[in-house]
Protein backbone atom coordinates (compact mmCIF):
# COMPACT_ATOMS: atom_id res chain seq x y z
CA UNK A 1 0.00 0.00 0.00
CA UNK A 2 3.06 1.84 -0.07
CA UNK A 3 2.46 2.62 -3.35
CA UNK A 4 -1.22 4.13 -3.15
CA UNK A 5 -1.04 5.71 0.48
CA UNK A 6 -4.69 6.54 0.20
CA UNK A 7 -5.78 2.65 -0.44
CA UNK A 8 -8.25 1.23 2.63
CA UNK A 9 -8.34 -2.13 3.89
CA UNK A 10 -11.64 -3.71 5.02
CA UNK A 11 -13.38 -0.66 3.39
CA UNK A 12 -17.11 -0.14 4.41
CA UNK A 13 -19.45 1.70 2.34
CA UNK A 14 -19.08 0.79 -1.17
CA UNK A 15 -22.75 -0.41 -1.57
CA UNK A 16 -25.11 1.82 -0.45
CA UNK A 17 -27.46 0.17 2.32
CA UNK A 18 -25.02 -2.90 2.41
CA UNK A 19 -22.12 -3.90 4.75
CA UNK A 20 -20.06 -5.23 2.45
CA UNK A 21 -16.08 -5.05 3.32
CA UNK A 22 -13.66 -4.30 0.08
CA UNK A 23 -10.80 -6.37 1.22
CA UNK A 24 -8.57 -3.17 -0.47
CA UNK A 25 -10.13 -0.14 -2.00
CA UNK A 26 -9.06 2.95 -3.76
CA UNK A 27 -11.79 5.24 -3.02
CA UNK A 28 -10.87 8.09 -4.80
CA UNK A 29 -10.49 5.67 -8.10
CA UNK A 30 -13.28 3.90 -7.13
CA UNK A 31 -11.26 0.50 -7.42
CA UNK A 32 -12.12 -2.68 -5.38
CA UNK A 33 -9.41 -5.07 -5.21
CA UNK A 34 -10.68 -8.30 -4.11
CA UNK A 35 -8.06 -11.33 -2.60
CA UNK A 36 -9.44 -14.72 -3.53
CA UNK A 37 -8.51 -17.69 -1.61
CA UNK A 38 -9.90 -20.92 -2.79
CA UNK A 39 -10.77 -21.79 0.93
CA UNK A 40 -12.86 -19.33 1.47
CA UNK A 41 -14.31 -18.31 -1.92
CA UNK A 42 -14.55 -21.71 -3.76
CA UNK A 43 -15.56 -24.46 -1.30
CA UNK A 44 -19.01 -23.90 -0.92
CA UNK A 45 -21.51 -22.94 -3.55
CA UNK A 46 -23.75 -20.60 -1.79
CA UNK A 47 -20.81 -18.61 -0.83
CA UNK A 48 -19.57 -18.33 -4.64
CA UNK A 49 -23.04 -17.19 -5.57
CA UNK A 50 -22.94 -14.87 -2.90
CA UNK A 51 -19.55 -13.05 -4.75
CA UNK A 52 -21.20 -12.63 -8.04
CA UNK A 53 -24.05 -10.51 -6.34
CA UNK A 54 -21.73 -8.69 -4.28
CA UNK A 55 -19.70 -8.13 -7.34
CA UNK A 56 -22.72 -6.96 -9.34
CA UNK A 57 -23.90 -4.62 -6.88
CA UNK A 58 -20.28 -2.93 -6.65
CA UNK A 59 -20.15 -2.44 -10.53
CA UNK A 60 -23.96 -1.01 -10.25
CA UNK A 61 -22.48 1.22 -7.44
CA UNK A 62 -19.55 2.58 -9.40
CA UNK A 63 -16.70 0.71 -8.61
CA UNK A 64 -14.52 -1.19 -10.54
CA UNK A 65 -13.43 -4.47 -9.23
CA UNK A 66 -10.21 -6.17 -9.62
CA UNK A 67 -9.72 -9.91 -8.26
CA UNK A 68 -6.98 -11.51 -7.43
CA UNK A 69 -5.96 -14.89 -6.03
CA UNK A 70 -4.28 -15.44 -3.23
CA UNK A 71 -1.66 -17.61 -4.48
CA UNK A 72 -1.07 -15.12 -7.55
CA UNK A 73 -0.22 -12.38 -5.37
CA UNK A 74 2.44 -14.69 -3.26
CA UNK A 75 3.97 -15.88 -6.34
CA UNK A 76 3.53 -12.38 -8.36
CA UNK A 77 3.08 -9.34 -6.60
CA UNK A 78 4.59 -7.55 -8.96
CA UNK A 79 2.44 -8.53 -11.54
CA UNK A 80 -0.92 -7.58 -9.52
CA UNK A 81 0.42 -4.53 -8.39
CA UNK A 82 0.70 -3.79 -12.21
CA UNK A 83 -2.28 -4.59 -13.29
CA UNK A 84 -3.92 -1.92 -10.38
CA UNK A 85 -1.82 0.22 -12.43
CA UNK A 86 -2.89 -0.20 -15.37
CA UNK A 87 -6.36 0.41 -14.15
CA UNK A 88 -5.31 4.15 -12.66
CA UNK A 89 -3.48 4.78 -16.14
CA UNK A 90 -7.05 3.67 -18.22
CA UNK A 91 -8.97 5.86 -15.71
CA UNK A 92 -6.79 9.10 -16.15
CA UNK A 93 -6.99 8.51 -19.50
CA UNK A 94 -11.02 8.50 -19.76
CA UNK A 95 -10.83 11.27 -17.38
CA UNK A 96 -8.74 13.12 -19.86
CA UNK A 97 -10.83 12.84 -22.97
CA UNK A 98 -13.81 14.08 -20.71
Partial sequence: MARWPTAVREFEGAVPGRRYR?????????I???VDGFRHHGKHLED?????VRQNLQVISGWRVLRF???DIRKDLDACLDTIQALLETIR?????N
Fill in 22 to 30: LDVALPEAR
Fill in 32 to 34: ALE
Fill in 48 to 52: FKRDR
Fill in 69 to 71: AAG
Fill in 93 to 97: HEQDR
